[in-house]
Each structure stands twice: as structure tokens, then as C-alpha cells.
């Protein structure tokens, strides 16, 4: 008896939106990258949308179909949108995980909050350096 979903099975054989995005505009960072699941997320955003997300991960198949999901909702949605995806709606989006795989789609949800709020601090910077040389 498979404990996952179809949907979790194929975002673990096949994940999308894997790697890195050179040059992004907003990186989120969580778990602990020297024991357990560790999540980086990269977002590439124009025009307030999210054009572009990538993703590295360590962890167990859940994890890496949540991430892969994860992408998926997120590209193309404005920052605005893409900061509400929660871990219950990437729940939903893979037809469910087991209980004890929840945490799971917390640390994509995360992940993808991480890195818009990396973004917004890029931005403010940068308005604010370019004010500061004015």
C-alpha cells in the first residue's frame, strides 16, 4: 500500500522548476542545510509577478514534491498572491500527504515566503541607496 498520493509520486519522479536561478531577485533559505530537510528557493519577479522560481532541496520525497508544487502555484502570480500560498494549499494541490509528512508543505510555503521577503528588502535597499545618492 503507497502512503502518498499520485500527484506526491509524480512531483518526487519528476520534480519541476529545479536548480538555480542565477542572479535572483529574492532567495529563501529554511531548515538546517548540515542535518535534516533544507529548502533554497530562488525567484526571479518582473513587474511584481513572480516570472521565474527555482528551488535546491535535501529532504525525503514529500519534501521534494512539495517544493516541486510549490513552483508550480507560485510562477506567474503576483508577490501579493504568491505570499498567501499556504502549506494547506499545497496540501490540497497534491491531493494530500500523510500526517506526519505535513511539515513538509510548511517548508515549501515558507521557503516561497522566505525569498519574496528577501526580495522586498532587496528592493527597499535599493530605493533607499538610490535616494541616499540623490
Known amino acids: 500500500m503507497n502512503i502518498y498520493t499520485k500527484k506526491v509520486l509524480e512531483h518526487f519522479k519528476n520534480p519541476k522548476n529545479a536548480g538555480v536561478i542565477e542572479d535572483p531577485d529574492g532567495i529563501g533559505e529554511i531548515g538546517d542545510p548540515d542535518c535534516g530537510d ?5 525567484i526571479k519577479v518582473d513587474d511584481n509577478t513572480i516570472r521565474d522560481v527555482k528551488y535546491q532541496i535535501r529532504g525525503c520525497p ?18 501579493d498572491d504568491a505570499m498567501m500560498i499556504t502549506d494547506d494549499d499545497i496540501v490540497n494541490e497534491l491531493d494530500g500527504l500523510p500526517e506526519f509528512k505535513i511539515h513538509c508543505s510548511a517548508l ?23 535616494k541616499i545618492k540623490r
Open 38 to 42: 533544507f529548502l533554497r528557493v530562488f
Open 62 to 79: 514529500a519534501s521534494i514534491a512539495c517544493a516541486s508544487a510549490m513552483t508550480e502555484m507560485a510562477k506567474g502570480k503576483n508577490l
Open 108 to 130: 515549501a510555503a515558507t521557503g516561497l515566503q522566505k525569498a519574496i521577503i528577501d526580495y522586498f528588502e532587496r528592493y527597499i535597499n535599493k530605493a533607499q541607496y538610490r
